[in-house]
């Protein structure tokens, strides 16, 4: 035994308690509890709203680009107004509920899958109504607690996957809309695309397009804060310019000419408000198409917020010990309201974005910031006329750049097992090769049920995956069915 005398253990040093807070505010949002501050806040509030603002574009570009099936197509100045309007209401909300700094406006990927899968089958106020309709399942589950049963059903593969297929599908109708790729015309047995309008680039829309497209990924490479917004601004100001001095047909812009407005500003115009049938799907379609385009926007949306939730909450080291996202069943409440708000002001589902996450790098830590967002798309009400000069040959280079941030989703896949490669292969492929979100995910779906029962692992497949599974496949095969049970 020692003779050195033992030293006494040093007490552990008590926890640093957080400063009070300083007033009202303060105490509400948790400010100074966060580690942050009120100009923290603001700045990032800002940084949020100027990276995601390219919303009011595109959102314009998709939703306003595309007819219905009977010919119909949206306003593209009332798009701008709700996509702001209900961005602006969300964000606040979130803001104020959860207490997160998590803005929300129009999802990419899901506005898509209203314009080019489900308006094409119906009215353009019946697809708004299965927004609605997906709105009120996302409610009911973050109001039941049912979300984890969800959450656990679909293998992570599959979920990367989706996002994968959707980021090539958006990344092929930012080139599609462009002009850089076209379907050739009048012939049969050929290839069903093309470079440009004629087997070659041709025209100044298309070179904007190309400028474009290297400007925002040298922009993202460089990591530039905003750099889909500062994008679609500096290729629209180059679009304006040479639509003033060259010779050059307003079609060939397609549907948008990059002219100056003869305002800058003007009072809102919420024509569109309302303008849902939230059962009218029904009239027009059958009753198991409507049931797989809610699922498929609700699949689309629910992982989507769940990620972005995560991934946002994570990096302001908000998540608890166990890796709990705080407050997620209001948060989850919050993103139900906003796909019915959305639907019923035919702007398309809303959802958490993950560009909330530029305003975290800034310090936002408190839904403080969203206040600050939400403030912005609310005054950018009356901005609308500079949204409505942007041709989709200056926002499709956000569509394909967009594409390229999901599809880096692509190296999660665990491509070393059958039973995730050749499912997720599929939902990837299927997606913009048949220029449907909902196939990419049927068949992914049905793949991966086939080929766990073929490999003995039926039971490892959720009961949730099965029937949904069922159902693509009566989906798939709903004409033979139809003929071979004498259905006209």
Not at 190 to 215: E, I
Not at 341 to 347: M, Q
Not at 379 to 394: D, G, M, Y
Request: glycine fraction near 12%; hydrophobic fraction near 55%; charge should be negative.
């Amino acid at each position: 035994m020692s003779d050195q005398p033992v030293e006494p253990p040093t007490p552990p040093t008590p926890p640093v308690s957080p400063p009070p807070p300083s007033n009202a505010v303060d105490r509400f949002f948790q400010i100074t509890a966060r580690g942050s501050t009120l100009s923290r806040e603001m700045r990032g509030g800002l940084a949020t709203f100027f990276t995601m603002a390219y919303i009011l574009v595109l959102n314009r570009i998709i939703l306003g680009g595309t007819e219905d099936k009977f010919g119909d197509t949206l306003d593209g100045a009332q798009l701008v107004t709700v996509t702001a309007l209900v961005a602006a209401v969300m964000t606040i909300l979130m803001g104020l509920t959860a207490n997160l700094p998590l803005a929300l406006a129009a999802g990419l990927g899901l506005n898509a899958m209203v314009a080019f899968q489900i308006a094409p089958l119906m009215s353009w106020p019946d697809a708004m109504g299965l927004v609605v309709l997906e709105g009120i399942v996302i409610c009911l589950l973050a109001a039941t607690g049912l979300r984890e049963a969800v959450m656990n059903a679909i293998p992570l593969g599959l979920k990367q996957a989706i996002s994968v297929g959707i980021g090539l599908f958006i990344a092929f109708i930012g080139f599609v809309n462009a002009g850089f790729a076209t379907r050739i015309p009048g012939e049969t047995g050929s290839v069903p695309v093309q470079l440009g309008a004629d087997g070659a680039l041709s025209g100044w829309p298309v070179l904007v397009f190309c400028l474009g497209v290297l400007l925002v990924v040298s922009l993202l490479a460089r990591g530039t804060k905003g750099a889909l917004l500062i994008g679609i601004v500096a290729t629209t100001v180059l679009a304006v310019v040479i639509n003033e001095i060259a010779d050059i047909e307003d079609a060939d812009w397609g549907l948008t000419v990059p002219a100056i407005p003869d305002d800058v500003v003007a009072a809102p115009d919420f024509g569109l408000l309302g303008q849902f049938s939230l059962f009218g799907a029904f009239g027009q379609v059958s009753a198991l198409t409507v049931v797989l385009l809610v699922f498929t926007l609700f699949l689309t949306d629910f992982f989507d917020t769940m990620g972005t939730a995560v991934g946002v909450t994570s990096e302001a080291g908000l998540l608890d010990e166990q890796g709990r996202v705080p407050r997620l069943g209001r948060l989850l409440f919050v993103d139900g309201l906003a796909t019915v708000a959305g639907g019923a002001a035919s702007g398309s589902s809303n959802t958490s974005f993950i560009e909330s996450a530029a305003g975290v790098g800034e310090g936002a830590r408190t839904g403080f910031a969203n206040l600050v967002t939400g403030g912005l798309f609310a005054l950018a009400l009356f901005f609308t006329p500079l949204a409505t000069i942007v041709p989709a040959q200056a926002a499709a280079p956000a569509l394909v750049a967009v594409g390229l941030m999901l599809m880096t989703q692509v190296r999660h896949i665990d491509w070393a097992r059958w039973d995730i490669a050749v499912p997720a292969f599929l939902t990837i492929a299927v997606m913009p090769f048949t220029y449907s979100i909902t196939n990419g995910i049927g068949a992914g779906f049905v793949a991966y049920a086939v080929i766990r029962a073929a490999t003995g692992k039926a039971r490892g497949v959720h009961w949730l995956l099965w029937g949904t599974a069922a159902l693509f496949l009566v989906y798939f095969a709903i004409d033979p069915l139809e003929q071979l049970l004498g259905v006209q």
